[in-house]
């Protein structure tokens, strides 16, 4: 007789309960994948700082159910083990969540295993737009780079920019945000008049940068994965004297508050799009912030512990909503259409996608009063979709203007 691994992951589970009597109380377990080593553990140690923050914040029990967080590393991308992780947390440890996920292919690679498991899966970051369309029981809080890029291609044309270069990392998201900009970019009217794919191997970026600088761009639309190479490219631009000519680079993720600090003032003034910063104004922010704080007085502030406490937020709901029930259907029920406010700003599950919508800030990296380098908030674009997704077309800036931070 064969059964499911979400029914052997029950019957682990109930032998438990047997086995303690009828007075134990239930423990719901939440599986954490996550590079918790490796050149990207900034990844797992954001996210175990934050999901510990909020615990401590909101408590480890819900209607009398303890929640506990197993965690597990996951170096880099490595579908084979991601499928064993996953089924060791679900089969073996019980897990009725799993959660984390850093990488895209690691994230593809789990969607047969939830269909057959019936385990909601809510991924932290893994940003290619697919991603959701592989299992019912998918749930992302991080972002795409359709849902940033749409917005950034408007705030160019808006800023008066019509011939852009764009230049991105040679791998899926940058593929991802180098089509979403252009498509966004040439039907507000601009003309894209280069398309530069760096390797992910390159530590020399100059050439790149020459080979732009020939093209005559007024702006340069850019996406880098953060940390050394950004700061190789943005010194070479420096450099180049595109910068001092008035070529303004567009970026994304690169001034990530993370790597500010290992930056200094190759990135002041530089004016990137992202779903998140510090700067945001908001109570629940502060409060967020201040959490953080208390409990990690040396961790710098990051998007990872922003998607980790959103990630528990939509869990904790799922198991208020179900008072704990192991019912993967009535889980995800419980998350499509939830909305709530954010240390980000507003954010909500699309009821029918089960996509992530949420607002785009504009930011420019400028010094406080410390002399401390952060992303201040210019504008924002509201409630943005993943403009990756098949049928959703691209924004125009009749339907979508970027509104001035208040």
Known sequence: MSFSLRTAALAVAATGLLAAGPAAAKTI??????????????????????VDVFMKTHGD????????VIERDLPGPDPLKAKALAQELVVKEGCQYLAGLAYSPNALALGAFAN??????????????????????????SYTLPQVSAP????????????????VEDYAPGWDAEKTFIDTFTKAGGQVIGKIRMPLSATDYVPYIQRAKTMGPQAI????????PTFQFLTAY?????????????????????????????????TTISFVSSDHQSKVNEEWKAAMAKYYPKA????????????MQVIYHMIEATHGKNDVEAEMAAARGYSFESPRGPVKIDAKTRDWIQNVYVRKVEKDKDGKLYNKELAVFPAQPDYGRPGTPVP???DDAPQPIK
């Not at 057959?116 to 940003?127: E, G, L, M, Y």
């Open 152 to 167: 950034e291609a408007l705030y160019a044309y808006k800023q008066g920019f019509r011939k852009m270069v764009t230049m």
């Open 300 to 311: 710098v502030y990051n998007a990872f512990h922003v998607t980790s406490h959103d990630g």
């Open 396 to 398: 125009t800036l009749a």
């Open 221 to 228: 639309f850019g996406f880098l994965p953060g940390g050394g």
């Open 116 to 141: 057959q498991a019936k385990v909601p899966i809510v991924i932290f970051n893994a940003a290619t737009s697919s991603i959701i369309d592989k299992s019912p029981y998918f749930l992302r809080v």
């Open 29 to 50: 377990k939440i599986g954490l994948i996550a590079p918790f080593s490796g050149p990207t553990s900034l990844f797992g140690i954001s996210w175990r700082q934050g």
């Open 61 to 68: 029990t819900i209607d009398g159910n303890k929640i506990e």
């Open 238 to 270: 420096n450099n180049s004297g595109l910068r001092d000519a008035g070529v303004t680079y567009l970026g994304q993720g690169e001034t990530a508050e993370n790597d500010l600090p290992n930056y200094g003032d190759v990135v002041l003034g530089l």
